[in-house]
Nanobody, 121 residues
């Protein structure tokens, strides 16, 4: 397994941008599909984006968010632009080796502690 640590969350006004980072330690980072999920109060954890050799996005963030990874630095990023109040949540980074289930948080093996994103209107 890998150990994950997120950073980069904060408070931003609607229309603003944030860049989240997820640093991984452990072996074979390159073999994992890396995903970003988010969880708002009282709601289930939901898929945001994932990356292996391709990128995948939830419809709600497509065109606004960009996921990328630096395998040399064992880090995955989430660039979030044109933020909306409904993007407010705790954002989690996860790692999975189940390529067909990258949208399903239950199939992820490792999680970070989360980073809070608050978008004010």
């Amino acid at each position: 397994q890998v150990q994950l640590v997120e950073s980069g969350g904060g408070l931003v006004q609607a229309g603003g941008s944030l860049r989240l980072s997820c640093a991984a330690s452990g072996r074979a980072f390159i073999t994992y599909i890396m995903g970003w999920f988010r969880q708002a109060p009282g709601k289930e954890r939901e898929f945001v984006a994932a990356i292996n050799w391709s990128t995948y996005y939830a419809d709600s963030v497509k065109g606004r968010f960009t996921i990328s990874r630096d395998n040399a630095e064992n880090t995955v990023y989430l660039q979030m632009n044109s933020l909306k109040p409904e993007d407010t949540a705790i954002y989690y980074c996860g790692a999975t080796r189940a390529p067909s289930y990258y949208r399903d948080y239950r199939r992820y093996d490792s999680w970070g502690q989360g980073t809070r994103v608050t978008v004010s209107s």
